[in-house]
């Protein structure tokens, strides 16, 4: 392991138990898969999003250059490199979900929360995060991701009584 | 012909049984019979190639490329390590199938991966799963691999047989570019996932610069009942050149949405009653048959039309990933591509010129018509445009976004035009049509 000092945050045992599970899938070398993995598992724990400084525990945890953690960081639509509310949702708006009514799903959402798609609500709890593209659920339209649950065959009472059900 | 027999199914086989993703359901339909077959050395890697090219079987994940010839493209006895790898990153919009083959027949892929691991000489696997599948398509993959690791099916020399197959799972984490094979194996790699110059293509250059096949996850999950059931019947179950079924992920504006895997080739007014007819007694207006890069169709054309690679390309469009898309008479064409540009725009890679900087002056184009401040000559330039992006690109991406385009404007011309001259109305709600 590189001896790297400067301002790394220690990353939890269970984080480090679930990246050595994923560099094992990888050969020698090439630890650099599970780029993804480690990220995930550290946004996670951060309650959804991910800081610079735990972007360089993990490089230094996998032992890769930083840089390559930062890239995967921004490229992937998954990981929130700013701060954001704790639940992320996602409405699908995509050409099935278009056609069986997302717009107002997501009309519905913003009035309840009092946000627009992009905003976290000001209590931390939830982050509207983006019209989503498509989740690959298209025949049980309009859906919506939450935490990577997904919500199928959504009405406005069906959202409201699922939001009203997240800690 | 009753297309909805039980006796039709191929990767759908074990539905409806219970708990259908479980190593017991997998094996009283007759799961893993061939890969024993292989094991037992009763089914050798050419005989499997064999049947695979005589099953007529094409590749599901969009292009329809023959399976059995991508297979032995694969240099199967050149010493070093080579790779199988799936697709499961399903992510062409209005596509749906693979994360139910993931989610309630599991086994068939791992079974499918195995069979062509040991084809093309391949002793390590990875399925790539789409990071939003994390809640429950990649759970269940995850126990069925570990029922089949527990039931000596995998692993190394297994049962003896001096066969190896280690597969593995990898969980993607959002990305659209990440479907395309060579963006795939970059994000494998733990890399953002921009497509590589071809060639070299996968099967000499693949995964950490070794051989290496993709498949997708339903042309896959498809090789095992194909083995068990013979190449000639599932060749039988399409029209020539289109062997086996297809799930049509039937999505939009019917009764009944649904994947249905049904024999290639059925018509599409049969698939359209099968499912429900179109919603609340409307008529048709459009059916984009593929997912949604392929070029949409007018209904009056594909009511004609059979759902098979062949017929769907004479008529101009793209069997594509099955996914059909189906819009009915209130459907404004207009916020449908503006909808379909600005998912080619998000998620361009922005490595190639005319890709990144096309996908988005044709999404801000579309969206001045729709904002009342079009002109004219708007039209034209959107398909210049599109035109410029098509078969320029590294990957297919660049042509995704360019076929909505120019198919849009070819069949609903009018509609564009309507809604440059008024102003940004939709000819749908000047026609008293639009939906309530
Ligand atoms: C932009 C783009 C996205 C793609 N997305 C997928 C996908 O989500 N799933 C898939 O199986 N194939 C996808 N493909 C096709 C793959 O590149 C590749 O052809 C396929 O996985 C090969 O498997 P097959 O021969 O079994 O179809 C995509 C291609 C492009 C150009
Ligand atoms: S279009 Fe919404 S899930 Fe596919």
């Known amino acids: 392991m590189n001896e790297k000092t400067t301002r790394t945050v220690a990353l939890s045992d269970h984080a480090r138990e679930v990246i050595d599970h994923w560099v094992a899938k990888f050969p020698e070398g090439r630890q650099r898969s599970a780029v993804i993995e480690a990220l995930r598992v550290v946004q996670h724990d951060n309650k959804g999003y991910l800081t610079a400084d735990l972007m360089d525990a993990v490089a230094d945890y996998i032992d890769v250059p930083r840089i390559q953690v930062y890239e995967v960081a921004a490229f992937y639509s998954i990981f929130e490199t700013e701060p954001c509310g704790e639940h992320h949702i996602s409405v699908c708006t995509n050409i099935s979900c278009h056609l069986r009514g997302s717009q107002e799903i997501v009309d519905h959402i913003e009035k309840k929360l009092g946000v627009k798609t992009g905003e976290s609500t000001p209590d931390g709890k939830f982050f509207l995060k983006r019209e989503e593209e498509c989740l690959a659920a298209c025949v049980n339209a309009p859906m919506m991701m939450i935490d990577h649950v997904y919500y199928e065959h959504l009405t406005p009472e069906k959202v409201d009584d699922i939001l009203d059900k997240i800690e | ?436």
Request: with cysteine; charged share 20%.
């Open chain 2, 1 to 436: 012909m009753n297309y909805r027999e039980n006796e039709n199914l191929v990767a759908f086989a074990p539905f409806g049984l219970e708990n259908s993703w479980t190593l017991d359901a997998y094996r009283s339909i007759g799961g893993y019979q061939s890969w024993q077959q292989v094991l037992s050395g009763e089914l050798s890697a050419d005989d499997i190639i064999d049947k695979v090219k005589a099953s007529g079987l094409r590749g599901r994940g969009g292009a329809g490329f023959p399976t059995g010839l991508k297979w032995s493209f694969m240099p199967r006895n050149a010493p070093g390590q080579k790779y199988i790898v799936c697709n499961s990153d399903e992510s062409e919009p209005g596509t749906c199938h693979d994360r139910d083959i993931l989610r309630y027949n599991p086994h068939a892929l791992i079974e499918g991966m195995a069979i062509a691991g040991y084809a093309m000489g391949a002793t390590v696997g990875y399925n790539y799963i789409r990071g939003e599948f994390f809640a429950e398509p990649v759970p269940r993959f995850e126990s069925a691999l570990r029922e089949a690791y527990e039931a000596g099916l995998l692993g190394q020399n297994i049962n003896g047989s001096g066969i190896d197959f280690d597969l593995h799972m990898f969980v993607g984490a959002g990305a659209y570019i990440c479907g395309e094979e060579t963006g795939l194996l970059e994000s494998l790699e733990g890399k953002p996932g921009r497509p590589r110059f071809k060639p070299p293509f996968p099967a000499n250059y693949g995964l950490y610069g070794k051989p290496t096949t993709v498949n997708n996850t339903y042309t896959l999950a498809s090789v095992p009942t194909i083995l068990r059931k013979g190449p000639e019947w599932f060749a039988a179950l399409g029209p020539e050149k289109s062997g086996g079924a297809a799930i049509y992920s039937v999505s939009g504006h019917v009764e009944k949405p649904g994947n249905y895997e049904l024999p290639m080739g059925i018509p599409f007014p049969d698939l359209l009653e099968i499912c429900g007819g179109i919603w609340k007694g409307r008529k048709l207006k459009a059916v984009i048959p593929g997912g949604s890069s392929v070029p949409v169709m007018p209904g009056e054309v594909i009511m004609e039309c059979n759902m098979d690679y062949e017929s769907l390309r004479e008529a101009g469009s793209a069997l594509g990933t099955g996914a059909v898309v189906v819009m009915d008479e209130t459907t404004c064409m207009v916020r449908m591509l503006e909808r379909i540009s600005r998912f080619y725009y998000a998620e361009s890679c922005g490595q190639c010129t005319p890709c990144r900087e096309g996908t988005g002056w044709l999404n801000r184009v579309i969206n001045r018509v729709i904002d009342g401040k079009g002109r004219s000559e708007d039209l034209d330039m959107l398909v210049e445009v599109a035109n410029k992006i098509e078969g320029h690109t590294i990957c297919a991406l660049g042509d995704a976004a360019a076929w909505p385009v120019q198919s849009f404007i070819k069949h609903y011309r009018h509609e564009f035009a309507y809604m440059i001259e008024h102003g940004g109305r939709s000819i749908v709600e000047a026609d008293g049509k639009a939906a309530a």
